[in-house]
């Protein structure tokens, strides 16, 4: 930016389209380590890119993780979690329809 102000922005790409953006609950699940949702971050956004069709959404983190903290559970119970195998851990995700989490970005900025 002009004024000097310098934003940092961490990259997650699926290589499917999805209506949903999966927030990563677990990192390793077994040991308890928490997801990027859960955990602080050293970035301001996220961008959250859908390859086919070359969508990206801009999301930011602090506004991303308050709706997480405000709605999560309800999300788990209502969207349930996925897992991913990878060697030696398994991930948790919960798969949230991308116009509810926008929503609830929204609704997380208003205090």
Not at 68 to 84: F, P, S, T, V
């Amino acid at each position: 930016m002009a004024c000097g102000r310098v934003f940092t922005v961490d990259e997650k790409v699926r290589t499917n389209d999805w209506p949903d953006i999966l927030l990563e609950r677990w990192s390793d699940e077994e040991r308890a380590t928490p997801g990027w949702i859960q955990k602080p971050l050293a970035c301001d956004f996220i961008a959250y890119a859908f390859a086919p069709s070359r969508r990206c959404y801009l999301l930011p983190v602090a506004p991303l993780q308050r709706a997480w903290r405000m709605n999560g559970r309800h999300w788990i119970d209502l969207y349930g979690e996925r897992r991913a195998l990878n060697p030696g851990y398994r991930t948790s995700n919960v798969p949230v329809p991308i116009e509810t989490l926008m929503g609830a970005i929204a609704a997380a900025m208003v205090l």
